[in-house]
């Protein structure tokens, strides 16, 4: 196994199971994408929810307005839904 190979293991393995780290979506065309403002928030909105923040904040207003088309992990919806709305979800 070369260094490269590893170092991707090593990205990908934690406690023994398995978690996709630094998701990157290399055929996202962003530049095309942003001619669609719409698109381009639901899709930016999915990226930093779905696969981690940084140092950046989500705006309430935008996951509000965009909500019912977000496509979200089920365990983050649930969060936030209880963070936004204060409900519970079974």
Known sequence: MTILELDFLSNLCYNNSIMI???RNWSTDL???KKD???YTIWRL???VNFGLGKEKLSRKQLVDNWSVLHLDPKKKKYLK???WGQRVS
Do not use: A, F, W
Request: no cysteine; proline share 0%; net charge positive.
């Open 82 to 84: 209880l963070l936004l």
């Open 46 to 48: 999915e990226q930093l």
């Open 31 to 33: 530049k095309e994408l």
């Open 37 to 39: 403002k719409k698109q």
């Open 21 to 23: 780290l630094n998701m």
